[in-house]
């Protein structure tokens, strides 16, 4: 884990659109993800289970556009990246406390590719890849329930530390909150994502005085920005809401709009995620 310095929060603050995207594989889905943001018009995008090392990804691709980007990738598995036109400054890989995992679990457990930070704009912009949890008997689901602690007393800490400070938490949280974030709550009965562990260790980030910002702006239910592969989930309209931006409450005042971009999830090669965006005054 890399540290970094003050939050400059008392930097200028610009309008700011960013957005986060579980793009599943940048390197499979480099053109559509190039042409999204051309047509989106963000100034940041965090991306999620971009699936390589840091020396694989197609930088070059972003700078073509205007986009400077930091990635944090170990392996074909997880990685996470944030895009932006508005400036990348101490950038920060993994969070104080963040949990490792391995298989096994007598071996040290590293840490993995789930954190990337910097500021961007003036605001601390997070990428985050929360783990899966698998199944409630697995220790993955511990793992999971211990990151997401570890996240909160790191973040709760930085508004304490400073009222004013612009954070930004986004990314895939693998959490469906509410029983309208799924499709069907018998479906899920005794699964991960809806469990109630899982559901108290996102509300409390509220507690600690974060705000979810997209809800708002896109009310359930049925709205979604996950839909699986198989079983023809997504034309059946069964999907999960679980791409989120929690942000301090300094930030969240700002939140002026929020969208999930549903069409990228249709057509060939499209990510198992859809977009989801927030533009901040």
């Known amino acids: 884990m890399s540290s970094h310095s003050s939050q400059a929060q008392d930097a200028p603050r610009s309008p700011l659109t960013l957005a986060t995207w579980n793009v599943n594989s940048i390197r ?43 990635h944090f990738g170990l392996s074909q598995w997880n990685g996470v990246a944030i895009a932006s ?12 406390g963040m949990p490792g995992f391995a298989k096994d679990p007598e071996a040290e457990q590293a840490g993995e590719a789930r954190a990337i930070s910097a ?39 930085q508004v304490t530390d400073d009222a004013g400070a612009q954070i930004a938490l986004v990314g895939d949280w693998n959490v469906a909150p509410l029983d309208e974030d799924v499709w069907d709550m018998e479906f899920f009965e005794g699964k991960t994502h809806v469990s109630q562990p899982e559901r108290d260790a996102f509300t409390a980030f ?35 809401r679980i791409d989120f931006q929690v942000c301090s409450p300094a930030l969240a005042d700002r939140a002026t709009e929020a969208s999930i971009d549903r069409e990228e999830r249709k057509g060939k090669g499209a990510s198992d995620h859809a977009p989801v965006i927030a533009r901040f005054a």
């Open 28 to 70: 499979a889905r480099a053109d559509r993800v190039i042409d999204w943001i051309g047509r989106s018009d963000v100034d940041v995008l965090a991306m999620q289970e971009t699936k390589c090392k840091d020396s694989q990804f197609p930088y070059e691709r972003f700078a073509e556009i205007g986009y400077e980007v930091a």
């Open 85 to 96: 036109r508005v400036g990348l400054e101490d950038v920060q890989t993994g969070f104080p």
């Open 206 to 240: 509220a507690d600690a005085g974060y705000k979810e910002i997209t809800r708002g702006f896109t009310p359930g239910p049925g709205v979604y920005t996950y839909w699986d592969y198989t079983q023809l989930r997504f034309p059946k309209k069964q999907g999960m």
């Open 119 to 157: 500021l961007a704009g003036g605001i601390r912009v997070w990428s985050l890849y929360v783990p899966n949890g698998r199944e409630l008997t697995d220790r993955h689901y511990g793992y999971k329930l211990d990151w997401l602690a570890a996240l909160r007393t790191y973040a709760e800490k």
